[in-house]
């Protein structure tokens, strides 16, 4: 995986598909490297060149203690941009990801096509900051398994719990949890969560005049549906689709629908 140094980081990319169609940029979400998307690159790399960043604090890209903000989060993906001769990208954000999405639209606009912000917040209320509280005290004190457990309680649907063989697939993942070859120090997720919790772009939104689609899962209990239509509301040209029966997850959980809803989308916008 290659590295640029942008922003006072190294940060480590990968690039998927053809290198002469049209850039797409993926940001992850907070304890989330970018080989996280890889489900979804199957589909997206058919169509775009795929940009995948290891964001600050995760991965292989730097972990530099301290809090982090999305408006440095953001930078660090203008810089690889910059680095990478793109002068404008479509943009998918996911969760944390969406909300360096939104400050890249805001403080970069001329770098940011069309935009999709999956399970995003402009803002946060105070049961979303107990609930980053509580997962930076849950790394602090629980084994890789039990982390990854309460991780999966917040992210997957019950339609999904009470599905046996994703069950399965959730006990074989906290299982093998402490198999990461490059699992994430608590200061990386400490930095991370410090950025989500002071994100507060709502009175900014309307300044992304791009085009962008809002998506997310109705039964998301991590960043529930009145995150999305604040969202919604706030970006003027911002359309929404929420899946029915789906958590924070939710392109797990309905992937073949994602992805193929998302790269029609995009294609179109």
Request: hydrophobic share 40%; aromatic share 8%; charged share 20%.
């Given at each position: 995986?290659?590295?640029?140094?942008?922003?006072?980081i190294r940060m480590f990319y990968e690039e998927r598909g053809n290198l002469t169609s049209e850039?797409?940029?993926?940001?992850?979400?907070?304890?989330?490297?970018?080989?996280?998307?890889?489900?979804?690159?199957?589909?997206?790399?058919?169509?775009?060149?795929?940009?995948?960043?290891?964001?600050?604090?995760?991965?292989?890209?730097?972990?530099?203690?301290?809090?982090?903000?999305?408006?440095?989060?953001?930078?660090?993906?203008?810089?690889?941009?910059?680095?990478?001769?793109?002068?404008?990208?479509?943009?998918?954000?996911?969760?944390?990801?969406?909300?360096?999405?939104?400050?890249?639209?805001?403080?970069?606009?001329?770098?940011?096509?069309?935009?999709?912000?999956?399970?995003?917040?402009?803002?946060?209320?105070?049961?979303?900051?107990?609930?980053?509280?509580?997962?930076?005290?849950?790394?602090?004190?629980?084994?890789?398994?039990?982390?990854?457990?309460?991780?999966?309680?917040?992210?997957?649907?019950?339609?999904?719990?009470?599905?046996?063989?994703?069950?399965?697939?959730?006990?074989?993942?906290?299982?093998?949890?402490?198999?990461?070859?490059?699992?994430?120090?608590?200061?990386?997720?400490?930095?991370?969560?410090?950025?989500?919790?002071?994100?507060?772009?709502?009175?900014?939104?309307?300044?992304?005049?791009?085009?962008?689609?809002?998506?997310?899962?109705?039964?998301?209990?991590?960043?529930?549906?009145?995150?999305?239509?604040?969202?919604?509301?706030?970006?003027?040209?911002?359309?929404?689709?929420?899946?029915?029966?789906?958590?924070?997850?939710?392109?797990?959980?309905?992937?073949?629908?994602?992805?193929?809803?998302?790269?029609?989308?995009?294609?179109?916008?």
């Open positions: 995986m290659p590295v640029v140094e942008t922003n006072g850039p797409l940029l993926l940001i992850m979400g907070i304890t989330a490297s970018g080989s996280v998307w890889e489900p979804h690159l199957a589909e997206f790399e058919k169509h775009f060149r795929c940009i995948v960043g290891d964001n600050r604090g995760v991965g292989q890209s730097d972990k530099p203690a301290g809090a982090y903000s999305t408006d440095e989060m953001a930078d660090d993906y203008a810089g690889l941009l910059d680095k990478l001769s793109i002068k404008k990208a479509k943009v998918i954000g996911c969760s944390m990801g969406s909300t360096i999405a939104q400050k890249l639209a805001i403080r970069h606009p001329e770098k940011v096509d069309s935009i999709v912000l999956m399970c995003p917040w402009a803002r946060c209320d105070n049961a979303a900051k107990g609930i980053f509280q509580h997962i930076m005290a849950c790394k602090a004190h629980l084994n890789p398994e039990e982390f990854t457990r309460y991780i999966q309680l917040l992210i997957y649907s019950k339609a999904s719990w009470d599905d046996e063989k994703v069950a399965a697939d959730l006990a074989e993942g906290r299982k093998n949890a402490h198999l990461d070859p490059n699992p994430q120090p608590l200061h990386g997720l400490v930095g991370q969560a410090h950025a989500c919790i002071n994100h507060n772009a709502l009175a900014d939104l309307h300044k992304i005049t791009q085009k962008t689609l809002v998506i997310g899962g109705k039964e998301d209990i991590f960043t529930p549906v009145w995150m999305a239509d604040e969202v919604t509301n706030a970006i003027p040209n911002a359309e929404l689709f929420l899946y029915e029966k789906a958590g924070h997850i939710f392109h797990f959980e309905n992937l073949e629908d994602f992805n193929i809803r998302v790269s029609d989308w995009l294609l179109n916008n």
